[in-house]
């Protein structure tokens, strides 16, 4: 919105600051940094007083959770109000990825806040059917994936980088469209799964979207992308704002989410915030490079899916629990030595990331 101010601008002056991406995401991170600062305190007792009992805690989950029991969860609706309210103040609202990923990012997030719901109300850790939620995910990935198609330059729409292979480009043709789709519900779904532990999801994803927020501002613009050897897609470096007002929002979330938290982000926050991973991914068309960026998410959601199939067949499990970071507590990790560790990966994941930019 305050990209307007450009108008009153003769070419130079305050106001011509506004026409930079750099310094409209500087402002979008500080906004949505100030926005969770300051309304924090008031969120975490609103919900401390309308949950009661909090986040239902799983009986057959590491001991050390039940001290838990009482902490509120739904505190995903303090980073989507700081990510909303700056992404609209600082973005282009003329841009159209802008609003394919705010599309998914609350649309995921209303789909979070239902499971929250009825988890809190029935205080039963299950919520809404995971049939009824992978479906209304699928639903609203494909009017993304669709609308992305059409955003993309004809000459790029279908196509996917991939990472450390100089100018090969995959046209997947129509194909492309569940590709999409089912980065955007792994990304969402992966994050979910991730979110066990106080502070372990939000910095990973703090992460990723910085790295996926450079990846945007480097693809957005024609003179990196021909040094770099990258496919140009013009438009996309808008979105360098929306992950900027994200890693805001996430580090004023993170105060309060430091261990011991005291509140949850919960399905509310963590199947927006995995979504808009996706979508920023399939708009800047580095889907597999979500996938090295992502890299805990991955392993986090492999981790469930190895450790069903396989107790499903032999009637053994792999991991003494999954998610895998429940299965390092069972073997005696603090909860401070995972979160940490996990940041630490994360952070070595993002840097491999940025790298296939100029290995390409």
């Not at 805690?57 to 303090?78: Q, S, V, W, Y």
């Not at 990510?83 to 990825?97: E, K, M, P, Q």
């Not at 949850?264 to 068309?285: K, W």
């Not at 073997?331 to 994941?349: D, N, T």
Request: with cysteine; charged share 10%.
């Amino acid at each position: 919105m305050l990209y307007w101010l450009t108008d009153l601008s003769d070419g130079g002056g305050v106001f011509n600051l506004f026409r930079y991406i750099t310094f409209r995401a500087g402002g979008a991170f500080f906004t949505a940094l100030l926005v969770g600062f300051i309304f924090g305190p008031w969120l975490i007792n609103i919900l401390r007083m309308k949950q009661g009992k909090g986040q239902p805690i799983r009986d057959d989950g590491p001991e050390g959770h039940l001290a838990k029991a009482g902490t509120p969860t739904m505190g995903g609706i303090l980073i989507l109000t700081a990510l909303l309210v700056s992404t609209l103040l600082w973005a282009r609202l003329d841009n159209g990825y802008i609003w394919v990923v705010l599309m998914v990012t609350y649309g995921y997030a209303a789909i979070g806040f239902a499971d929250d719901y009825a988890k809190v109300s029935k205080q039963n850790t299950k919520g809404v059917s995971g049939k009824a939620r992978l479906g209304l995910g699928f639903l609203l990935a494909l009017l993304a994936s669709v609308a992305t198609w059409y955003l993309h330059p004809t000459e790029l729409a279908g196509h996917v980088a991939v990472p450390f292979l100089k100018d090969l480009i995959l046209n997947l043709g129509y194909f492309y469209i569940p590709f999409a789709m089912f980065v955007i519900v792994g990304a969402a779904n992966a994050v979910n799964l991730t979110d066990g532990l106080d502070g372990l999801a939000i910095m990973p994803v703090m992460i990723a979207a910085g790295t996926l927020g450079a990846i945007a501002y480097v693809v957005g613009r024609t003179d990196f992308t021909e040094y770099l050897g990258v496919q140009f897609v013009p438009g996309t470096g808008e979105l360098a704002i929306f992950t900027a007002a994200l890693m805001g929002a996430g580090l004023g979330f993170l105060w309060y989410n430091a261990p011991p938290a005291a509140v949850f982000m919960g399905d509310t926050g963590s199947l927006a915030l995995g979504g808009a991973l996706g979508a920023i991914a399939v708009c800047t068309q580095h889907e597999i490079v979500l996938g090295i960026v992502g890299g805990l998410f991955v392993v986090e959601a492999l981790s469930v899916i190895i450790q069903v199939a396989y107790f499903k067949r032999t009637g053994k499990r792999v991991f003494l629990m999954a998610p895998i970071h429940h299965h390092f507590e069972k073997k005696g990790w603090s909860e401070p030595q995972i979160v940490i560790r996990f940041w630490i990966i994360s952070l070595i994941l993002a840097l491999i990331g940025l790298a296939t930019l100029k290995i390409r």
